[in-house]
């Protein structure tokens, strides 16, 4: 199954212009969730959907293959469905399902891709999913620049709303708060259908997509995520990031041994060099020689060790 990531970036964001290319411990944004993104062994490949020169130049220069698309467009799956159709002009080859990412999501894991995907390939049926993840304060609960989401027993979303959802006002303290995690996969005809669905009136009124789906009648399936990540809408934002992400190694997750072994045998190995270069500027990682005898293809681990640089 052909499975690709494309991930819409532009410089003129109304609320942090430029923040595609703001510096996040020396790599640019938009580099970590490529980067990141590209790790997912479920994918074939990863490209960035941009408008903007600047960006095609970065990718270029780091190794990211990149899309030029036009600079009409107002969301970001209309960028992501203009940019599927010339990658698969210039591949020859169509794609089965297409990941949306968001650029502003720079802590992006790999295994959030697979975790997202992994619905779709079991079950024919669903046409698009999201990622969500608990939120732990009421400042991230009543944040705007969230995207709060409520779910059904089966998982399948039942309203996305800016504000804060499900209501508090009622003396409960224990409601869920979940937010959307903006990683999206579309079956790639679906994709191509909801952006032929009008704009719905509840998806301008709480300027979330994934509402024009709901007030069609059909379903968004929603995944529970553990990773924690953050979206980069503001400086402050980027600064959080910033400082979470000086020990994202150390989360309990998918360390950087781990994410360099998942990649014995995968399909875009020339990209190795680049990822390693990442790791290495970014976070201050370690290379030596590889103890797994079970990996035949890489000879190194790395680790994380950012308060030894």
């Avoid at 295994?111 to 999201?130: F, G, Q, R, T």
């Avoid at 709480?206 to 009648?217: A, K």
Wanted: aromatic share 8%.
């Amino acid at each position: 199954m052909n499975i690709i990531a494309i991930i819409p970036a532009r410089m003129g964001s109304s609320r942090y212009p430029g923040k595609p290319l703001a510096l996040i411990h020396n790599v640019p944004m938009v580099g970590h969730v490529a980067f990141r993104t590209a790790m997912s062994k479920c994918l074939s490949a990863t490209y960035v959907a941009t408008c903007d020169e600047i960006i095609e130049n970065y990718c270029k220069d780091a190794g990211l293959k990149s899309v030029m698309t036009g600079d009409h467009h107002v969301r970001c799956s209309t960028r992501t469905a203009e940019a599927l159709l010339k990658i698969e002009a210039a591949t020859g080859q169509k794609a089965d399902i297409v990941v949306m990412v968001q650029g502003d999501e720079p802590m992006v894991r790999p295994e959030m891709i697979d975790a997202a995907v992994a619905p779709m390939l079991a079950d024919p049926s669903i046409n698009v999913v999201n990622l969500m993840a608990d939120m732990d304060t009421l400042e991230e609960f009543e944040d705007p620049n969230e995207v709060k989401v409520v779910v059904d027993h089966f998982n399948n979303a039942l309203y996305f709303s800016r504000e804060p959802i499900p209501s508090r006002k009622k003396g409960s303290d224990k409601v869920p708060m979940r937010k959307q995690v903006c990683i999206i996969p579309f079956r790639r005809d679906y994709l191509l259908h909801f952006n032929e669905m009008p704009e719905s009136p509840l998806e301008i009124y709480e300027s979330v997509d994934m509402m024009r789906i709901l007030e069609h009648g059909e379903k968004v399936h929603m995944v529970p995520t553990d990773c924690r990540s953050w979206s980069v809408d503001t400086p402050e934002d980027l600064a959080r990031v910033a400082r979470l992400m000086e020990r994202d190694g150390d989360q309990g997750h998918q360390c950087p041994d781990e994410i360099i072994h998942s990649l014995c045998g995968h399909s875009f190995l020339p990209q190795l060099n680049f990822i390693l270069l990442y790791y290495f500027f970014a976070f201050g990682a370690r290379v030596w020689p590889c103890k797994k005898k079970s990996c035949g293809k890489i000879k190194f681990t790395l680790a994380f060790s950012p308060h030894l640089w």
